[in-house]
Structure formats: C-alpha cells, structure tokens
C-alpha cells in the first residue's frame, strides 16, 4: 500500500536535490493512473474550466465544478497528495471567503491542501489559512486567473521591476506560510535564483530546469488537447489522433453492422417459439 506524501516530505525533497513531479487530474479514473504511476502529487486545477468544461478560461469555473472534481480525483486516488485549486472569485474577496472554501476543499472533496493565485496582495489570506490549519501553494508569475491584468498570456519578471517584484512575492508568500509554489512563465535564471532563495519547494510550469518540481496539465502531457499547445508543454503521448482512430473504426463497424460480432453477444437457451406462443394466448385471455 502507497504512503501518502506529506508537506514535511516534500521539503524533504528540495533540501535533498530531489525533483517533484507534479500533475493535474480531474476524475477519478486518469486520477488512479497517474497515482498507480508513482507521481508525487495530483493538482485539481482550475484548468479543468478549459481542458474538461469547454470554457474559454479558467475564470467561470466554479467551487461546486471544483469540489466535485477534487473529490472524484480524491476516490480514484485515495493515497497521493491532493491539491485543489481555489477558483477565481472564491477567495479575492478575504480571508474569511478564503479560509470557508479551503476548509470545504479539505472536508468535503478530501484534498491535502489548496492553491492559490497571487503574490503580496494574497500574504495576509495565505497566513490566516494557514494559523486556521489549511496548507497553502502560492502560484506567482503568470496567473491564468487575473492574465488580463498581466497584458495576456506573457512570460512575466524580465524586466529588472518585474523580477525583483516576484523575488519579493516569492519570499513573502514563503514567510505567510506557504508551504510550496507554482512558478509559472517565469524566465528560468530568475526561477534558479528564486528557488535557490526560499526554502519552500517551486513547482515550475514554463519556468525552467531548476525549480524544484515540475507541473503540466495532464491533456497537454497526453496531446489531448489541441486549441492551443504552450511553449513550455512536452507532450509525452499524442492520443487525439488515436482516439479519432478509434472512434472512426467503431462508427465504421456499426454502420456496416459488422458490430456487435458473436464474440460480442450473448445465447439464449429458452425456446422463442413457446414464449411468444404464451404471450399471444395471455393477449387472448
């Protein structure tokens, strides 16, 4: 039986040169496979709005979306770390919102801890999580959820203000409490140094070799999703073109009715004859 990781080992892990290999996870099904194949820890995230839902963004998607999400991942994978994702609008508002929902993330979808986007406006919601018993992921850099307010999708801190800004986020977010974060388009000299300057694990996502870890969204690793496919995305398999191939055979089968095959079909052994011969006396009577 697996051991669930916990927080303490994760710090484990940086202070020993040991990468963590993070991944996003939706249902309970690809939630199991990823677990059977060792990852060190499952994000829920809110990309679930856009790989799963059909949104445009992550900013619609909502905490019921995301706690019956959460819990189904949790019960196709009951012992990997399990992080949810704080859905845009369910904490900007302050701690108390904050610290309501990431209590619901943990009691009702069983996740270990929860994420959240930001950088020194969210440090006092992180350390009043925190003090109310709720681990905390920090994510600076680019953040799908305020992208507007970044100029778009953009690598962000390559500029001298910006990174010193983001070197800022990244220790205040570790002094709040945090116990980790997501890096995300963060230019990978400035993600060594970060990481080399807080003693918190960083999880990169376009963010370079160095971090401690490494996040990507499971349908992107897969090549399952196709409207677009980020710089920093490896895919590992290309399953579009094969579940299309799969999907074409089958439609081509059933057409041709040439599926259901025998193989695929069950015997009767009553004899037909004698049951419809009672039915039509039963319409007699």
């Known amino acids: 039986m697996n051991t669930r990781k916990t927080i303490v080992d994760f710090r484990a892990m ?4 040991e990468k963590i290999a993070m991944l996003t996870a939706y249902d309970a099904g690809m939630a199991g ?13 809110d990309s679930v709005g856009m790989v799963v ?19 189904a991942v949790r019960r196709g994978a009951p012992a990997a770390f399990v992080v949810g994702d704080l859905p845009f609008g369910s904490y900007q508002s302050g701690a108390r919102d904050a610290i309501v929902n990431g209590t619901r993330f943990l009691k009702e979808a069983g996740c270990d801890a929860v994420k959240l986007e930001g950088g020194l406006e969210v440090c006092a919601t992180v350390r009043a999580m925190v003090t109310a018993g709720i681990p905390v992921m920090g994510h600076i850099g680019l953040t799908p959820q305020t992208a507007n307010q970044l100029g ?10 910006s990174a010193r800004r983001l070197l800022r986020e990244a220790r205040s977010l570790e002094e709040a409490g945090a116990f980790g974060m997501v890096l995300e388009c963060v230019p990978e000299q400035l993600a060594a140094l970060i990481t080399e300057q807080i003693g918190i694990p960083t999880i ?7 971090c401690d870890g490494q996040v990507l969204v499971s349908h992107d690793l897969l090549g399952m999703f ?15 073109p094969q579940i299309r ?11 041709q009715g040439q599926f259901p095959g025998e193989e695929h079909s069950f015997v009767s052994e009553i004899d037909l004859a004698q049951l419809l011969t009672e039915e039509s006396n039963e319409l007699v009577k």
């Open 53 to 71: 839902l059909g949104y445009d963004s992550t900013v619609p998607v909502t905490m019921a979306e995301m706690l019956h999400h959460a819990a």
């Open 152 to 161: 778009g999708y953009k690598v962000q801190g390559r500029d001298l203000e």
């Open 245 to 255: 191939e799969g999907v074409s055979a089958y439609l081509a089968d059933v057409r």
């Open 226 to 240: 196709e409207k677009f496919v980020p710089k920093f995305v490896k895919a590992y398999a290309n399953l579009a």
């Open 14 to 17: 940086k202070q020993a040169g």
């Open 204 to 210: 990169g996502i376009g963010a370079g070799p160095s």
């Open 33 to 45: 496979f990823f677990a059977s194949c060792g990852v060190d820890m499952l994000l829920v995230g």
